[in-house]
C-alpha cells in the first residue's frame, strides 16, 4: 500500500516545483530565511552582552535536501557567538529544520506547528522572535514598494496574477489579483518596479492608479510596455505614456490562435506568424498579418477582426534592436515570476494568509532574483547599447548625440 504524502512535508513541496524554472529557488529562499534567521539570533544574543558587538560576517557553504545553500554567518567581535540553527563544520542540516525552514519560506505552518518545531529542536527563538524575523520582511518588502525608480527604462512587463488572499478584517479568504511591474533598463538590468495587490477583479482604474504611482516614483520615460491584452490597459498606456510603444504579448497572440481555430488552422497560421516575427520591418510584418487574416477572414467572422483590430500592437518589438527582440516580445518574464508565487501559494494551503504574507513572499523572490538571476544584465544588450541609447534619444528627446549613420530611426 503505498504511503500517504502529506502535503506539508519536505519531499511534497520539492516535488511541487521539480518541473518549474524555480526548481533551484527554493534552495536560494532558504538562504534568505537562513541568513535572516542567523542574523535575528546574534542580535538577541547581544542583547545580553552588552559589551559585545557585531563584527561582520563570514561565508559558508551548507550542504541541505534543499540544494547547497551559500550562508553568510554573522560573528561577534568577542568570538563567542555561533548560530544555533547551523549543524557542525563538514555537516549536512538536520531534516526537522529544513522541514520547519521550508515552511516558514511558503508560510505554510500555523504558529502553533512553529512553536512545536522550535521547542523540540531547542532552537533559541520564540515564536515572536520569529514572526519578528518576518516584520522584518514585512518593512523591506514597503521599502520595495516606495523606492525610487529610474527616470528611464527600455521596457515593463506587466502581468495579473489571480490568487485567493485571506482579507484579515472580515477572516474570508477572498479572489485577489497581484499586479506586478517588471523593467528592463537602458543597460538591460531587470528588476521589479512594483507589485500591487487587489481584492477583487482586473479593473480599468487599477492601471491608472498602478501608472501613476510608477510616476510619482520617479519612472517618466519607457520605450515599450509589454502586456497581455487587459480591458483599459491601451488607454492608460495612451493617457500617461503617449511615447511608448504598447507589445501584445506574441506568445499569448499565439495561444490565442490555438483557443480560436480549429487545430489545423491554428498550425498554419501559427507557422506564419513565426515567420513573420523574424522580419526586420514593421511594415512588412503588418502587411504579411493583414494577408495572413484575410485568408482566414470568411471562416473566423469573429475572431479575425479582432486580431486585425490589434495589429499595430503585435508587432512593436520589430522597432528595436535585433539581438535584443527575443527578450521583449513576450511576458514571459513576468510569467516565470507568477510561477514562484505559485509554489508560495500552494504550499500555503492554497491562499495567502494576508496581504502582508503575500508582500513578505514576494519580497523574498525579488531579493533571491535580484541576488543570483538578475544580478547582470542581459548580454544582448551591451552588443546593442550604442544603438538603444541612440534611439532611446531620437524617441524621446528628438536628437541624437552624433551623426553615427549607424542609428536606426524607427522608434520615432
Given at each position: 500500500?503505498?504511503?500517504?504524502?502529506?502535503?506539508?512535508?519536505?519531499?511534497?513541496?520539492?516535488?511541487?516545483?521539480?518541473?518549474?524554472?524555480?526548481?533551484?529557488?527554493?534552495?536560494e529562499?532558504?538562504?534568505?530565511?537562513?541568513?535572516?534567521?542567523?542574523?535575528?539570533?546574534?542580535?538577541?544574543?547581544?542583547?545580553?552582552?552588552?559589551?559585545?558587538?557585531?563584527?561582520?560576517?563570514?561565508?559558508?557553504?551548507?550542504?541541505?535536501?534543499?540544494?547547497s545553500?551559500?550562508?553568510?554567518?554573522?560573528?561577534?567581535?568577542?568570538?563567542?557567538?555561533?548560530?544555533?540553527?547551523?549543524?557542525?563544520?563538514?555537516?549536512?542540516?538536520?531534516?526537522?529544520?529544513?522541514?520547519?525552514?521550508?515552511?516558514?519560506?511558503?508560510?505554510?505552518?500555523?504558529?502553533?506547528?512553529?512553536?512545536?518545531?522550535?521547542?523540540?529542536?531547542?532552537?533559541?527563538?520564540?515564536?515572536?522572535?520569529?514572526?519578528?524575523?518576518?516584520?522584518?520582511?514585512?518593512?523591506?518588502?514597503?521599502?520595495?514598494?516606495?523606492?525610487?525608480?529610474?527616470?528611464?527604462?527600455?521596457?515593463?512587463?506587466?502581468?495579473?496574477?489571480?490568487?485567493?488572499?485571506?482579507?484579515?478584517?472580515?477572516?474570508?479568504?477572498?479572489?485577489?489579483?497581484?499586479?506586478?511591474?517588471?523593467?528592463?533598463?537602458?543597460?538591460?538590468?531587470?528588476?521589479?518596479?512594483?507589485?500591487?495587490?487587489?481584492?477583487?477583479?482586473?479593473?480599468?482604474?487599477?492601471?491608472?492608479?498602478?501608472?501613476?504611482?510608477?510616476?510619482?516614483?520617479?519612472?517618466?520615460?519607457?520605450?515599450?510596455?509589454?502586456?497581455?491584452?487587459?480591458?483599459g490597459?491601451?488607454?492608460?498606456?495612451?493617457?500617461?505614456?503617449?511615447?511608448?510603444?504598447?507589445?501584445?504579448?506574441?506568445?499569448?497572440?499565439?495561444?490565442?490562435?490555438?483557443?480560436?481555430?480549429?487545430?489545423?488552422?491554428?498550425?498554419?497560421f501559427?507557422?506564419?506568424?513565426?515567420?513573420?516575427?523574424?522580419?526586420?520591418?514593421?511594415?512588412?510584418?503588418?502587411?504579411?498579418?493583414?494577408?495572413?487574416?484575410?485568408?482566414?477572414?470568411?471562416?473566423?467572422?469573429?475572431?479575425?477582426?479582432?486580431?486585425?483590430?490589434?495589429?499595430?500592437?503585435?508587432?512593436n518589438?520589430?522597432?528595436?534592436?535585433?539581438?535584443?527582440?527575443?527578450?521583449?516580445?513576450?511576458?514571459?518574464?513576468?510569467?516565470?515570476?507568477?510561477?514562484?508565487?505559485?509554489?508560495?501559494r500552494?504550499?500555503?494551503?492554497?491562499?495567502f494568509?494576508?496581504?502582508?504574507?503575500?508582500?513578505?513572499?514576494?519580497?523574498?523572490?525579488?531579493?533571491?532574483?535580484?541576488?543570483?538571476?538578475?544580478?547582470?544584465?542581459?548580454?544582448a544588450?551591451?552588443?546593442?547599447?550604442?544603438?538603444?541609447?541612440?534611439?532611446?534619444?531620437?524617441?524621446?528627446?528628438?536628437?541624437l548625440?552624433?551623426?553615427n549613420?549607424?542609428?536606426?530611426?524607427?522608434?520615432?
Open positions: 500500500m503505498n504511503k500517504k504524502v502529506e502535503t506539508n512535508s519536505l519531499d511534497y513541496i520539492l516535488d511541487q516545483v521539480q518541473n518549474i524554472e524555480t526548481r533551484s529557488g527554493i534552495a529562499l532558504g538562504t534568505i530565511m537562513m541568513n535572516a534567521l542567523m542574523s535575528k539570533e546574534r542580535e538577541i544574543f547581544l542583547r545580553e552582552e552588552t559589551e559585545n558587538k557585531a563584527n561582520g560576517f563570514y561565508q559558508r557553504k551548507l550542504a541541505s535536501a534543499l540544494g545553500m551559500g550562508l553568510s554567518v554573522p560573528r561577534d567581535r568577542n568570538s563567542s557567538f555561533r548560530p544555533s540553527i547551523i549543524p557542525d563544520p563538514y555537516k549536512r542540516m538536520d531534516p526537522s529544520f529544513e522541514d520547519l525552514l521550508v515552511n516558514l519560506i511558503l508560510q505554510s505552518y500555523s504558529p502553533n506547528k512553529i512553536k512545536g518545531l522550535l521547542r523540540r529542536m531547542n532552537l533559541p527563538y520564540s515564536i515572536d522572535e520569529v514572526n519578528e524575523i518576518k516584520e522584518d520582511l514585512f518593512l523591506k518588502a514597503q521599502e520595495l514598494k516606495a523606492k525610487q525608480l529610474p527616470e528611464n527604462s527600455l521596457s515593463i512587463f506587466i502581468d495579473a496574477y489571480k490568487t485567493d488572499l485571506k482579507d484579515i478584517d472580515t477572516g474570508r479568504v477572498k479572489k485577489a489579483v497581484i499586479y506586478t511591474i517588471i523593467g528592463i533598463d537602458l543597460s538591460g538590468h531587470k528588476d521589479v518596479y512594483g507589485y500591487y495587490i487587489f481584492f477583487g477583479s482586473e479593473t480599468k482604474e487599477d492601471w491608472l492608479s498602478i501608472f501613476n504611482d510608477l510616476i510619482s516614483r520617479g519612472l517618466k520615460r519607457i520605450a515599450l510596455i509589454v502586456s497581455d491584452d487587459f480591458p490597459l491601451d488607454k492608460a498606456v495612451g493617457a500617461l505614456f503617449p511615447k511608448s510603444h504598447h507589445q501584445l504579448c506574441f506568445i499569448h497572440l499565439q495561444r490565442n490562435v490555438r483557443r480560436n481555430m480549429a487545430k489545423p488552422d491554428a498550425k498554419i501559427n507557422g506564419q506568424l513565426s515567420i513573420i516575427r523574424k522580419l526586420d520591418d514593421f511594415e512588412q510584418a503588418l502587411s504579411k498579418f493583414e494577408k495572413l487574416c484575410e485568408k482566414f477572414s470568411s471562416k473566423y467572422k469573429s475572431f479575425i477582426p479582432y486580431l486585425l483590430s490589434k495589429k499595430d500592437l503585435y508587432f518589438f520589430i522597432h528595436f534592436p535585433e539581438p535584443i527582440r527575443k527578450h521583449i516580445y513576450t511576458t514571459n518574464i513576468v510569467e516565470n515570476f507568477n510561477s514562484r508565487l505559485e509554489v508560495s500552494v504550499n500555503s494551503g492554497g491562499y494568509q494576508s496581504t502582508k504574507t503575500a508582500d513578505v513572499a514576494i519580497y523574498i523572490i525579488i531579493n533571491n532574483l535580484n541576488q543570483n538571476k538578475w544580478k547582470n544584465p542581459i548580454p544588450f551591451r552588443e546593442a547599447q550604442y544603438e538603444i541609447n541612440q534611439m532611446f534619444n531620437l524617441k524621446f528627446e528628438g536628437v548625440n552624433d551623426n549613420s549607424k542609428t536606426k530611426t524607427q522608434l520615432s
